[in-house]
């Protein structure tokens, strides 16, 4: 099973791709912390990613595609994996093809699209701010104003077109209402997923195995 969990910047993407994760058992594959920590390295390809990320710009795609590439060859991902924030431009969505043709004839399950409103997307990076403030960690380097404002222009502009090509390609698209509260949008997603073909009872046996049923996030609970 291959996921694609899609939506707008702060809509919840990493929140609810690692709830599945964790229910699917299967890795969650982030772009953003793939960049974030290739920056905290201090490696070549992490500094220039950088001063794209903290203006809010998307990183080149050469850098992100050999990040990606790397990262889903990895023997934990023979099963499956979930992608949060990736591929966000129509050049990255068919480099993800190529690359999964390659590694055994695979192809993307399908997309679950988290569809939130513009005032609840800038009110939640408000909210993260304030939270990382009161916890004492500094906020993220592309939450503030203008960083984020330029995050979704490039959403607008980017991103969005690659919904269109799954589309024209055949690839299934579940959009998920993304605007209420985190435990309705979880229930939405497993229901997504299921429709993708998803099974949760075989991943519940796994979980039970590892003793973990219940989401860490004591409002989620998925299975
Ligand atoms: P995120 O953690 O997903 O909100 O991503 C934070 C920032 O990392 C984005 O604003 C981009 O600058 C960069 N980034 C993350 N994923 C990608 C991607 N697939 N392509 C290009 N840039 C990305």
């Not at 269109?164 to 309705?184: F, L, T, W």
Request: hydrophobic share 40%; glycine share 10%; net charge neutral.
């Amino acid at each position: 099973m291959i996921f694609v969990m899609f939506g707008a910047p702060a809509s919840g993407k990493g929140t609810h791709s690692g709830k599945l994760s964790e229910a699917l058992s299967i890795p969650c594959i982030s772009t953003g912390d793939l960049l974030r920590a290739e920056e905290k390295k201090g490696s070549p390809l992490g500094k220039i990613a950088g001063s794209y990320m903290k203006e809010g710009i998307l990183a080149p795609d050469w850098i992100v595609l050999s990040l990606v590439c790397a990262r889903i060859a990895e023997q934990d991902c023979a099963a499956g994996f979930i992608l949060d924030g990736f591929p966000r431009t129509v050049e990255q969505k068919e480099a993800l093809d190529k690359m999964l043709t390659v590694m055994g004839d695979k192809k993307v399950t399908g997309v679950i699209q988290l569809d939130v409103s513009r005032e609840e997307l800038i009110s939640r990076y408000q909210q993260r701010v304030n939270e990382d403030i009161a916890a004492g960690k500094t906020p993220r380097q592309d939450d503030n104003q203008q960083a984020f404002e330029r995050r979704l222009e490039q959403y607008a502009q980017w991103t969005a077109p690659v919904l269109d090509a799954y589309r024209a390609h055949g690839v299934e698209i579940h959009p998920v209402n993304g605007n209420g509260q985190k435990h309705e949008t979880a229930a939405s997603v497993k229901k997504a997923a299921e429709k993708l073909g998803a099974d949760f009872t075989t991943a519940m046996g796994r979980l039970r195995g590892q003793g973990s049923l219940v989401s860490k996030d004591p409002g989620i609970h998925l299975l």
